[in-house]
Structures are given as C-alpha cells and as structure tokens.
C-alpha cells in the first residue's frame, strides 16, 4: 500500500505569512492527489485536486505542486479564515494532518 | 446545491450491526461514484469505501474489508453502508462523500455530508 506523509504535523503562522505543506508519497502516484482543509467540527474542503489544480470558489492564494513523491500546498499569504487542519489525499490514503495555528 | 446528509448513526454494542444511509440531492446522483470517509473523535479522515456510479464496482479499507458493504439505490439517490461485527475501532463520525469525477473515480472529493456519529460500546 502508497503511504501519505506529511510534513510538518503543525506549523504555527501569523497572518500575512506564506505557508507551505508538504505530503510525500512512499511511491511515485503521477499528479493524483487532492488536498483538503477541515476546521472544527465542520466537514472537510476540497482545495486542490490532481496535485495543482484548484477548486471552484477557493481562493487563489492556494496553490498546489508536485507529482510523482513529492507535493506542496502553498498558503501564499495567510488569513484568518485559513487556521485550520490541511490533509492530502491519494486514493484511498489520507496523509496524518498539518495543523495550521496562530502564532 | 448539492447536498448529502447522512443518518443511522447510534451507539452499538460490539459485534452489533448497523446501517448508514446517505440522502443525496442536488445533482445527478448516478453520474458519479460515491465514498464513505470517516474521521475517529479528534483524529484524522480514514477513507472507508468507495462504490461506482452504477454499483458495479465497490472498494474497501483493509481495516473494514469483510465486515462492511457499500451500496447504492439510483432511484432513491440513496447511499448505504452496512457495517457489521463493529468494534471499538469502528467509533467515528462517518461522512458520505461525493466524487470529483463524472463517470468514473480518481477517489478525489468534492462534496461532504455533515456525517453521522456511530459510537460502539457496551
């Protein structure tokens, strides 16, 4: 089975700042991956799909890269809206979760 | 607007049954493949199930392969889970989600329910 990791497990940021996520994938998965943001106790969001495409009605301070192991979100300058816990996704592989806090 | 709303979820014993259900509206339900995704109290989003638009083809997590089936009503745009020998594992919020891909499945999701909570305990 791939394996999802992702990196770092929380990141603290202040507003204004550029973020990024990384996730990597144990074997090469092409651009197939989904990025999604969950606040609490809401359902998750889809952000970013096949690695660098974004979602209708997200705004475009997201941004995604990457294929084949290695894939970035970019958060390119953080609001306050955008705390909140950022997953990546290939098939049926969710990576462990960023959680994105205040500093 | 789309939208999914899940019910069915209690408290079960162990090694009880349950079924989850998913209402779906908003778009053209045997269009797209459907999922189930669940998420343990205060952990991350474990990918269940995931069965095709027409209900030819079904996919399972290791972990529920065996005990849990996915299936589908197209006429009452409807989704199912039948989850059986539940364990103190199997304790989640579970979400019925819909797929990014018209006629088929990149497993890429765009839509979710609010979902439903199974707790299993004695």
């Known amino acids: 089975d791939i394996q999802m990791t992702q990196s770092p497990s929380s990141v603290s940021a202040s507003v204004g700042d550029r973020v990024t996520i990384t996730c990597r994938a144990s074997q090469g998965i092409s651009s197939w991956l989904a990025w999604y943001q969950q606040k609490p106790g809401k359902a998750p969001k889809l952000l970013i799909y096949a690695a660098s495409s974004l979602q209708s009605g997200v705004p475009s301070r997201f941004s995604g890269s990457g294929s084949g192991t290695d894939f970035t979100l970019t958060i390119s300058s953080l609001q306050p809206e955008d705390f909140a816990t950022y997953y990546c996704q290939h098939a049926g592989t969710f990576g462990q979760g960023t959680r994105l806090e205040i500093k | 607007e789309v939208q999914l709303v899940e019910s069915g979820g209690v408290v079960v014993q162990p090694g009880g049954s349950l079924r989850l259900s998913c209402a779906a509206s908003?778009?053209?339900?045997?269009?797209?493949?459907m999922h189930w995704v669940r998420q343990a109290p205060g952990k991350g989003l474990e990918w269940v199930s995931l069965i095709s638009w027409d209900g030819g083809s079904t996919y399972y997590a290791d972990s529920v392969k065996g005990r849990f089936t996915i299936s589908r009503d197209n006429s009452k745009n409807s989704l199912y889970l039948q989850m059986n020998s539940l364990r103190a594992e199997d304790t989640a919020l579970y979400y019925c989600?819909?797929?990014?891909?018209?006629?088929?499945?990149?497993?890429?999701?765009?839509?979710w329910g609010q979902g439903t909570l199974v707790t299993v305990s004695s």
């Open positions: 989600a819909k797929d990014i891909t018209h006629g088929g499945s990149y497993f890429e999701i765009d839509y």
């Open positions: 908003g778009f053209t339900f045997d269009d797209y493949a």
